[in-house]
């Protein structure tokens, strides 16, 4: 028998070793933790740990640890109980401006997470919690951005001099007619030097001329939409206090939010469902808002709110400036005083349209409507709730115009608190389009843990039984192949753990089938040494034979397999990727500890053995 | 320890018309009934709404459907799951784009009469997503097949292709069939478990085919329908041994997995039980009825050097 490749041990040993040191942080377990993030996401203050512990003295709590863990403070405690004190008296102590989620906290110790070692993330359907799929509804906002072009369009032609004789709107089409071709032809050119967003026809034989969205801007009005939704989404969840929330792009116009270990879907649907937008609108100071407010009775062309803090009637004008659609951004700052302010970033559409109003409103006010759907459960006598939808409108913020802007522009004279929550509530308006949930999947903590208990007791099964038939059937070289399987399971579990794929149920079914299917290459195999030694041949050779003539039939076999799982986590949702994930790794492992693996053994054990009379595979 | 005292020596191909007039059958069998019968298509098809709780103590069904007929749930279906403290509620799709509201209307309903009810999953899938899971579902098995196809191609000769493919499609539609016939819910996982079956069966195939290409370098005067007969009895028992652990771990995910993984442990149960079948029958089959020779599978070259 010739001597076993070097390399091929050391190989060997090496991914044994690594393979168990990243399946190591999944021994630890957890602890109860409470997490604290800032709210605004800023970096924690110098002096926190200090803040936290004066915190838990005073509530007699005795933290197991309290440090800072990748971007937030994690504190840790022995029972559980301990956490949820430990939570209300941070939220108490500390205030708004920091988010306290309960949480667990993995017990790892430093020097495997230095490593980069952590244990493996467990899927919503193991660890219970919510997932929801929303979807933005971008036909609105496509809609609602082409629908502006009707009043433009007529607008703009008029500043340019040149006479329409008709505008309307078909579906997202605004179509303009002309007298004649030769002021179209002129309409046209403006047009398209002004507004380059516009795809513009101009039929032979008619005089009109029809304006629809590019493509690229359709999909920029799009991505900007689903960009708003997603910014609000992560500031709504983040108010909800749960610890590792996941809100992330799904495809073109889909968000997914996922929020483990939260049950009141209720809560969190309302939190979600909730509409805002924002309307930048002037303030009519001809007519008298409280004579309005008394009399019920409004000045034509303007409508009657009242503002956020302190109820105030104030008359604005119908006309919208720029609404929540046209806001790029805005963020609390300071000004060139270090006064507060809020920074405000539109869109060139609104951009545009500011720069028209503001040119002609100097020292006016102008005001910023929030407009809000919020649904709320109330209990009537028979303790049945009732929910019902109540439209928020207020004016948020009223500031005189100082100069003329457009893109950019700054709301000063404000609080550093009232700038802060202004920026909050701008980004919030921002909500252009609608979401709708299309798809919910809670799963109850007591679900999960049933889930956890049946995936390893049906793994630990599946593992006893096929070892115990290797065992009978193989004898010794069937002890090879559980060595093999064990070490493979050891390697999936550190691959999982190292790309961070979460464990689903799916997941763990993928794991025991492949415990079943991995042993197929070490069946082949030994089948093949069974045949070449009836055929006559040494135990040696037929070892080697036996390995050497399997190893293609083996590969291509698993090639077809990982075709299909290739597939199903191309085109797979959710859990079912998680399924395709892990049978994919243990294929690809299994073609290594199948093969190398137990054949190291089989020739540390028998390599040495200058006579062999018999192999003990039979 | 061995099952057979040495290589079987059985005539399979003896029968491969046989085998094959009756995996088609078969095959038409599983079609008609899937065609008339149809599948019990789980949420993550047709959209709808799904609820399970459970319930300190047994729970009489009707109690829960009178709760939720309270809330105007007229034609909910209501069914134990496992033990009769844990109810499962469906709902079918409604037309309103409200639908997601309807679980957390459910809940109130069972709270009113049984405040200790216990949440254990709610599952809503709005038509749309529906839609697409089952497009994607059957795009994934349309590309796993010409995915395959394409690499039997590659490896071997377009004749096992035909085969391999063949016999994919056959075992897929009798999973089906039995799914249409025991009526157990077809969901994401099931999809899982036949795409896992297309992989494991094809599996099979590979082995015999590769087997039979051994065997033609290194049996040069036997006869093709010989050359495959012994290769089917030469990886016969490695069939028998690899279904048999297959079978095991699948029995274990049966007995112990829980209700999540019961479709997609029986499916596959079945498909295994198919695919030794039609791994001799209709891959190897079909490729030898299709006149698979020599020629196809060994190089050229070789066979120059034979007549030298």
């Given amino acids: ?618 | 320890m061995r099952i057979f005292s040495g290589v079987p020596n059985i005539n399979f191909m003896a029968q491969r018309k046989t085998g094959l007039w009756v995996s088609s059958f078969l095959t038409v069998a599983a079609i008609l009934l899937v065609a008339f019968r149809g599948l019990n298509f789980g949420i993550d098809f047709t959209g709808g709404v799904l609820v399970e709780v459970h319930y300190p103590q047994a729970v009489e069904l009707d109690s829960v459907r009178a709760d939720l007929a309270h809330a105007n749930y007229e034609h909910p279906v209501v069914q134990y799951f496992g033990t009769s403290s844990d109810v499962l509620i469906r709902l079918p799709p409604a037309e309103d784009s409200n639908s997601a509201k309807v679980s957390t209307a459910i809940l109130d309903a069972l709270h009113a009469s049984e405040p200790n009810v216990e949440l254990r999953r709610v599952e809503f899938v709005g038509p749309q997503v529906g839609d697409e899971l089952t497009q994607d579902g059957a795009l994934a098995l349309l590309l796993a097949f010409i995915g395959i196809a394409f690499y039997i191609m590659f490896r071997f000769e377009w004749k096992f292709s035909v085969g391999a493919v063949a016999a994919l499609i056959h075992d897929a539609i009798m999973v089906l069939g039995f799914l249409s016939l025991t009526w157990i819910e077809f969901d994401l996982t099931t999809v899982a478990a036949i795409l896992a079956l297309i992989g494991y069966s094809n599996n099979e195939t590979i082995v015999i085919f590769d087997r039979v290409r051994e065997n033609l370098l290194s049996q040069r005067r036997m006869e093709i329908l010989d050359v495959v007969n012994l290769s089917v009895n030469q990886t016969l028992l490695r069939s028998v041994i690899t279904h048999l652990t297959t079978l095991l771990v699948l029995t274990a995910l049966l007995l112990m997995g829980g209700k999540s993984v019961h479709s997609f442990s029986s499916a596959l149960m079945v498909g295994v039980i198919v695919a030794t079948y039609s791994s001799i029958y209709v891959s190897t089959g079909l490729a030898v009825v299709l006149n698979v020779s020599r020629e196809d599978l060994v190089p050229a070259e070789k066979s120059d050097a034979d007549v030298v």
């Fill in chain 1, 1 to 618: 028998m010739q001597p076993y490749p070097l390399w091929k041990t050391i190989l060997l040993v090496v991914v044994t070793l690594l393979g168990a040191l990243y399946a190591l942080p999944n021994v630890y377990g957890e602890d109860p933790a409470v997490q604290i993030n800032t709210t605004s996401g800023d970096p924690l203050p110098v002096d926190f740990a200090a803040q936290v512990d004066a915190a838990l003295k005073t509530e007699g709590i005795q933290p197991s640890g309290s440090r800072a863990d990748g971007g937030h403070w994690v504190v840790r405690f022995a029972q559980a109980e301990q956490q949820l004190k430990a939570a209300d008296a941070l939220k108490k102590s500390l205030g708004n401006g920091y988010i306290v989620a309960l949480g667990l906290a993995s017990k790892t110790p430093d020097w495997l997470t230095k490593l980069g070692a952590k244990p493996m993330s467990l899927g919503l359907d193991l660890r219970g919690g919510v997932h929801f799929l929303l979807e933005v509804d971008v036909d609105d906002a496509r809609k609602a951005a082409a629908q502006r072009y009707v009043t433009d369009l007529p607008n703009f032609l008029r500043k340019k001099d040149i006479r329409y004789t008709g505008r309307r709107q078909e579906g997202e089409r605004t179509v303009l007619d002309f007298a004649d071709a030769v002021t179209r032809e002129a309409a046209r050119k403006a047009i398209a030097k002004e507004y380059p967003e516009l795809k513009l026809d101009a039929p032979d034989g008619a005089t009109t001329l029809t304006a629809t969205l590019t493509e690229s801007e359709v999909k920029r009005i799009v991505d900007f939409a689903v960009q708003q939704n997603l910014t609000t989404l992560r500031n709504r969840v983040n108010q909800l206090g749960v610890a590792e929330p996941l809100v992330q792009r799904q495809g073109a116009n889909r968000i997914v939010v996922q929020l483990p270990s939260v049950q009141d879907t209720t809560r969190v649907k309302d939190l979600l469902g909730a509409t805002a937008t924002l309307e930048y609108r002037a303030v009519d100071e001809t007519g008298s808002a409280d004579s309005a407010a008394a009399s019920g009775i409004v000045p034509p062309g303007t409508e009657l709110f009242y503002t956020r803090e302190g109820r105030r009637p104030v008359l604005l004008k119908r006309e919208v400036i720029a609404a929540g659609v046209n806001l790029v951004d805005a963020a609390a700052t300071v000004d060139e005083n270090g006064t507060p302010a809020v920074s405000v970033t539109l869109d060139s559409q609104g951009a545009k349209r500011m720069f028209e109003f503001t040119e002609k409103s100097v020292g006016k006010p102008m005001a910023v409507l929030f407009r809000e759907t919020v649904v709320e459960t109330n209990y009537n006598a028979e303790g049945v709730p009732l929910r019902e939808k109540r439209e928020v409108e207020e004016i948020i913020s009223i500031a005189s115009i100082r100069g003329v802007f457009g893109k950019r522009f700054q709301t000063t004279g404000l609080t550093s608190k009232e700038a802060h929550s202004l920026a909050l509530l701008l980004k919030a308006g921002a909500l252009a389009a609608p979401v709708e949930i299309v798809e919910e999947r809670t799963v109850g903590p007591s679900l999960g843990a049933d889930n956890i208990k049946q995936g390893f007791t049906a793994a630990l099964l599946g593992l006893g039984l096929v070892s115990l038939f290797m065992a009978i059937y193989y004898k010794v070289f069937g002890l090879f192949a559980i060595a093999a399987l064990l070490l493979n399971l050891v390697l999936v579990v550190a691959v999982l753990s190292l790309v961070g794929a979460a464990l689903t149920v799916p997941g763990i079914a993928g794991i025991v089938l492949h415990m079943g299917i991995a042993v197929d290459a070490n069946v082949l195999i030994y089948e093949r040494i069974r045949e070449e030694l009836r055929n006559g041949t040494k135990p040696g050779e037929a070892i080697q034979h036996g390995y050497d003539r399997a190893f293609l039939t083996i590969a291509d076999a698993n090639v077809t397999v990982l075709i299909g799982t290739a597939m199903l986590f191309a085109l797979g949702a959710g859990p079912v990727k998680g399924f395709a994930i892990t049978l994919a790794i243990g294929i690809l492992t299994s073609q290594f500890t199948a093969i190398v693996g137990s054949r190291a053994l089989a020739q540390l054990v028998f390599g040495r053995r200058q006579r062999m009379s018999d192999l003990p595979i039979w």
